[in-house]
């Protein structure tokens, strides 16, 4: 009988220990899971933050060589012509 008191308080203790660590990995889950979302929306700010920055980019670039810059001259009336005929496309458009 000892022996089976034995093997019945060594089972709670085994439970006992597997419900506190349980409750410890949950409680860290949802710890990492907050911690995760913060990190994307984090990034998706940066991702934003860097695609404003690119298009500024682009458009000083722009300004610069319609300034007088003759490095990018031939770089701007490409960028023109593609900016017209985006314009074209949706007067067409437009029309229908």
Do not use: P
């Amino acid at each position: 009988m000892s022996n089976t008191l034995d093997a019945i308080h060594l089972l709670q203790d085994k439970l006992e220990s597997l419900f506190f660590n349980y409750e410890f990995l949950k409680k860290e889950n949802d710890i990492l899971l907050k911690s995760t979302t913060v990190l994307q929306q984090k990034l998706v700010e940066k991702e934003q933050a860097l695609e404003i920055q690119k298009k500024e980019y682009d458009l000083l670039k722009i300004a610069k060589t319609i300034e007088g810059s003759s490095d990018n001259t031939r770089d701007t009336k490409l960028k023109i012509n593609t900016l017209i005929k985006e314009i074209d496309k949706c007067i067409f458009q437009l029309q229908e």
